[in-house]
């Protein structure tokens, strides 16, 4: 059977908000880096070896928007995330990258998302033969109720001035372009949905899950399948990124913490019971300068086994944050490409494996479904793209 060919096009092309931030400008290096040696790159991706009959080419481009007027070179050295010799090293790759300035926050938001709209339309004309995707990389802003979100979708709202997340994701569908939410930030207004599928765009979020959530889910997925009894899971975050003094305001903190909150009682199948027999989970986050990027985290969990008779576990994760963040970046765009070569549209929860609150119904919550369903999404891609072909 003949498959749908999108191995035609070349490349894929990057649309990054907030490109010259710890991840983007890592993402900006990774990009640079696949172009010039594949392998090095390919192999520290979870997509290494899907879809390599779809997706013959690694080539990737990178564009994008930030309010950073620093050159991205200067920003990445201000980042401090890779060592002066790596970076120099894909420098030339760097330097290709186009970041332009995002549409004024004060101009009407109908305005900002026509201007988001030109770029993106200027930026596919720059690199005709890629796929493209937008990643949103835009900082914490806390949690948006939901009447603000329909309000901001209707383009009318003051909260745009602070909330830009969701005007860029908006330009994004009208174009045609999956999105990719690695932010904290909430942008599910219902009738942006509804918009993604009228637009038959897949979108992927929310909150990348990088570290410590990670393993905190394989952790917690094993101690469940062994019928141990979670009584308390205690976990600090070190970090000393712009990204940690954001979060040192409570308000910008409190998406991000609900979201690393909620995940343990939902792989334990506690989140129905009485806060007096749930597993007591507290995460805390500590903005701590001297580690920049180099994130540390603790975890203290407390369980019980036979006879109720205790037992503890101590992790100590030395991470780098965005080091662990831009291979999934990289990731995530791939599957997008697919999906969207697919005919999927609207949420898809089935990558949950890559985010702490993943966006759609039911999305897998253990590590062995997270993993399970990327392998059954990759079989129904294929299945439909072979249909597609025929
Ligand atoms: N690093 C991780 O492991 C990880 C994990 C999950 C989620 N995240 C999230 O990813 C996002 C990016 O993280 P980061 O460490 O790169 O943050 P960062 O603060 O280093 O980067 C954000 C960038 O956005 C730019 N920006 C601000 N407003 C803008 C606008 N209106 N338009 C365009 N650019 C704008 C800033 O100038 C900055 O360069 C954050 O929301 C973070 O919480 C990161």
């Not at 929310?206 to 394989?218: A, N, P, S």
Request: hydrophobic residues 40%.
């Amino acid at each position: 059977m003949k498959i749908a060919h999108i191995s035609k096009k070349l490349s894929i092309l990057l649309m990054v908000a907030g490109a010259k931030g710890a991840v983007g400008s890592t993402v900006g290096a990774a990009v640079a880096a696949i172009n010039k040696d594949p392998d090095a790159i390919l192999s520290c991706l979870t997509t290494c070896r899907r879809f390599s009959s779809f997706l013959s080419s690694p080539e990737m481009q990178m564009v994008g928007w930030d309010t950073n007027v620093k050159s991205l070179g200067a920003a990445m050295e201000e980042n401090g995330v890779l060592p002066d010799s790596l970076r120099k090293e894909h420098m030339e790759g760097i330097e290709k990258i186009i970041i332009r300035k995002p549409p004024s926050s004060m101009s009407d938001p109908k305005n900002q998302i026509k201007k988001l709209k030109e770029d993106m339309a200027e930026f596919g004309k720059a690199y005709p033969e890629s796929y493209p995707v937008f990643i949103n990389l835009l900082p914490a802003v806390g949690r948006i109720g939901r009447k603000n979100l329909n309000d901001l979708f209707q383009a009318n709202s003051k909260t745009a001035k602070f909330f830009p997340d969701l005007l860029y994701a908006i330009a994004a569908v009208e174009s045609g372009i999956p999105v990719i939410n690695f932010t904290p930030n909430k942008i599910e207004a219902p009738a942006f949905l509804l918009a993604t599928q009228r637009e038959h765009v897949p979108i992927a979020g929310r909150d990348g899950k990088t570290g410590q959530t990670y393993l905190k889910v394989v952790l917690a997925s094993a101690l469940k399948e062994r019928q141990f009894h979670v009584s308390g899971w205690y976990s600090l975050n070190l970090l000393g990124n712009a990204d940690g003094k954001n979060l040192m305001d409570p308000e910008k903190a409190s998406g991000k913490l609900a979201n690393k909150t909620a995940v343990l009682d939902e792989i334990l199948g506690t989140s129905g019971q009485k806060k007096s027999v749930r597993p007591f989970h507290k995460v805390h986050i500590d903005y701590y300068p001297p580690r920049g990027d180099a994130k540390e985290a603790w975890d203290v969990i407390d369980f019980s086994g036979l006879f109720g008779l205790p037992m503890s576990i101590r992790i100590n994760l030395l991470g780098r944050d965005s080091i662990l963040a831009a291979p999934l970046v990289l990731d995530l765009a791939r599957w997008m490409v697919v999906l969207k070569a697919a005919g999927f549209s609207g949420p898809v929860p089935q990558l949950g494996f890559y985010f702490k609150m993943p966006v759609g119904k039911n999305p897998p919550l253990t590590f062995q479904e997270q993993a399970a369903a990327l392998d059954r999404l990759e079989k129904d891609c294929m299945k439909r793209l072979m249909l597609k072909g025929k």
